[in-house]
């Protein structure tokens, strides 16, 4: 404490009262394709309805990716996604600034990439796609002010006629209100050509324009904004007979006194984004690398080949070490290969690295998509990371997600592949999962093993995600021991912060015992000069039962049990 020079009372507080936090086990990864959305960013998604509204509906291109998104969402709300595609040819559609004007459509990813190479004035592009791809050829874009509005086509959108906002007559200027709509030309978003999507009425063609409470006024901020189809590219009056939009509004009329036809674009030259290289998706599963940005827990991997379910286990799973990558066998290995599946399934795990960090399903289901009204393949990997959050959610982590009790998979119309018991040897034994469909008792996850290869705890996926937990937890509060003391009491402190998180633990059926060592015996005086702190950690893991062996005994009616013996 402080020292006092003259009498008096120095009050001060200790904060003892740290405990091990809870940490994230359901958040899932994934990077696929999809027809809509930010490109190459991570984007949190809580439900279908929310995949659906950011990233768009599957085609025949999309649903792998879709429907493993959707099924793990099924199971849990919280999926950080990364929507792939190839930079050397997916575009973005653009309505061009004046119909006589050659406009390029261009790569526009995400906010980031728009705010740093498409944000200032275009002379050719009106406005950009939200997002690259096909869609954005559906939209269609119409602009009228107060020269334009009464012969406009969409004037019965909107209440009366733009004229001057308050904020410009108020410095002096005039004209600057404008109306914009978003249309869906050709029904691609909403199945209804024509469909009237977004409406901007009043907004402002001045820079400094604002509303009564504040709030920016300027159209093109109020597009970036607002709007879930477009960015703003161009002032488009500045190619059809005045200057001034986008000036500040003192002293300035914004009337377009040369033009007196309503300004209305369709979008072009979107390019399909629906397919991605194996680079392409690496690359966007490489960014959950980073596990100070992203706390993720469970990796599914749709349709990925072998080589990329590799690349996510060395790279990121087996780097950062607090998350489970999930895998499934190709669609060819499992479809229409009778008879040769088990061994199919066998030779792409072979493909793969022992790891505890991964973990390999049996195959792909029969599900119906209900947006096309067809019946698709999926692979089953984004349901059985799916049991994983499930799992969490009516036990712990440290539980099996496989069996009848947790380890049902929804949205099944039927397997193509449902293993035997001879299959489900052969598959086990190479640490591939069967999922498997039992007559009145639905289709189930019917295993728990990671890819280690060799004998071990860690071969059990309960037992790889308890240590995820204590170790992460444990860890986020030894963070806290940073720059203390290495003495007597910094260790008691600590063994106090973890002891009773391995009791909780211990009494939820985590763990069978523990024991905890952080005092002078292996924090010696050499580790203590090396500015280093040890605690050693040992703990016997609950282990869940695989096999069962009921022994019935038929004996005499004159014969005692306890004659009989054990």
């Known amino acids: 404490m402080a020292f006092q020079l003259s009498p008096g009372v120095l009050v001060t507080e200790k904060d003892l009262t740290l405990l091990v936090p809870s940490v994230s086990t359901t958040a899932g990864g994934f990077a696929g394709t999809f027809q809509w959305g930010p490109a190459n960013e991570v984007v949190t998604v809580d439900s279908e309805a929310s995949l659906v509204e950011r990233f768009g509906k599957p085609n025949d291109n999309t649903y792998v990716s879709f429907f493993t998104s959707a099924n793990f969402l099924s199971y849990g709300n919280n999926l950080q996604l990364i929507r792939v595609v190839d930079r050397s040819s997916a575009k973005n559609a653009v309505a061009k600034a004046n119909a006589q004007l050659t406009a390029n459509a261009t790569l526009v990813e995400n906010l980031t990439d728009y705010e740093a190479n498409s944000s200032t004035n275009s002379s050719t592009i009106g406005f950009y796609a939200k997002y690259p791809g096909l869609l954005g050829n559906s939209l269609k874009v119409s602009l009228a002010d107060a020269n334009t509005f009464t012969n406009w086509t969409y004037k019965a959108n909107f209440d009366e006629a733009p004229s001057t906002s308050a904020y410009t007559a108020a410095a002096g200027g005039a004209n600057d209100e404008l109306h914009v709509?978003?249309?869906?030309?050709?029904?691609?978003?909403?199945?209804?050509?024509?469909?009237?999507?977004?409406?901007?009425?009043?907004?402002?063609?001045?820079?400094?324009?604002?509303?009564?409470?504040?709030?920016?006024?300027?159209?093109?901020?109020?597009?970036?904004?607002?709007?879930?189809?477009?960015?703003?590219?161009?002032?488009?009056?500045?190619?059809?007979?005045?200057?001034?939009?986008?000036?500040?509004?003192?002293?300035?009329?914004?009337?377009?006194?040369?033009?007196?036809?309503?300004?209305?674009?369709?979008?072009?030259?979107?390019?399909?984004?629906?397919?991605?290289?194996?680079?392409?998706?690496?690359?966007?599963?490489?960014?959950?690398?980073?596990?100070?940005?992203?706390?993720?827990?469970?990796?599914?991997?749709?349709?990925?080949?072998?080589?990329?379910?590799?690349?996510?286990?060395?790279?990121?799973?087996?780097?950062?070490?607090?998350?489970?990558?999930?895998?499934?066998?190709?669609?060819?290995?499992?479809?229409?290969?009778?008879?040769?599946?088990?061994?199919?399934?066998?030779?792409?795990?072979?493909?793969?690295?022992?790891?505890?960090?991964?973990?390999?399903?049996?195959?792909?289901?029969?599900?119906?998509?209900?947006?096309?009204?067809?019946?698709?393949?999926?692979?089953?990997?984004?349901?059985?990371?799916?049991?994983?959050?499930?799992?969490?959610?009516?036990?712990?982590?440290?539980?099996?997600?496989?069996?009848?009790?947790?380890?049902?998979i929804k949205n099944v119309v039927k397997l193509p592949f449902s293993p035997g018991k001879t299959d489900r040897d052969t598959l086990y034994k190479k640490g591939v999962n069967p999922v498997v469909t039992f007559p009145g008792n639905g289709t189930v996850l019917f295993g728990d093993k990671t890819l280690l290869a060799k004998p071990s705890a860690f071969d059990r996926i309960n037992v790889r995600r308890l240590f995820i937990v204590l170790e992460k937890a444990i860890a986020t509060a030894s963070k806290f021991q940073l720059f203390e003391f290495n003495d007597a009491f910094t260790r008691a402190q600590f063994r106090n912060l973890v002891e009773p998180f391995l009791r909780d633990v211990q009494g939820r059926r985590g763990i069978t015992d523990f024991k905890v060592v952080c005092d002078e015996t292996n924090n010696t005086g050499e580790v203590i000069d090396r500015n280093e702190f040890v605690a050693d950690i040992f703990i016997k893991p609950a282990r869940s039962i695989n096999f069962i062996q009921l022994n019935f005994v038929a004996t005499r009616t004159g014969i005692a049990f306890e004659e009989v013996g054990a």
């Open 181 to 408: 709509i978003v249309i869906d030309e050709d029904g691609l978003f909403t199945g209804n050509q024509g469909e009237v999507l977004e409406r901007f009425s009043f907004v402002s063609k001045a820079s400094d324009a604002k509303l009564p409470d504040g709030t920016t006024n300027f159209y093109k901020n109020v597009i970036n904004s607002k709007s879930k189809y477009i960015w703003w590219g161009g002032h488009t009056a500045n190619v059809v007979g005045t200057s001034n939009w986008g000036s500040q509004a003192a002293g300035v009329t914004f009337a377009n006194t040369t033009n007196t036809a309503n300004i209305t674009q369709s979008f072009e030259g979107g390019t399909a984004s629906e397919t991605a290289t194996a680079g392409n998706v690496q690359s966007a599963y490489a960014t959950f690398a980073n596990d100070e940005l992203y706390d993720v827990s469970l990796i599914p991997t749709g349709g990925a080949s072998s080589a990329t379910v590799t690349f996510v286990i060395n790279n990121i799973a087996e780097v950062r070490k607090d998350c489970v990558v999930f895998a499934s066998p190709e669609l060819s290995d499992v479809v229409n290969n009778a008879g040769n599946e088990a061994a199919a399934a066998v030779d792409f795990r072979n493909n793969l690295p022992s790891t505890s960090y991964g973990v390999l399903d049996s195959g792909w289901k029969y599900q119906y998509d209900r947006y096309n009204d067809v019946y698709r393949y999926v692979p089953l990997n984004g349901d059985t990371a799916g049991l994983c959050v499930r799992t969490d959610f009516v036990a712990d982590p440290w539980f099996s997600p496989g069996g009848f009790n947790r380890g049902q």
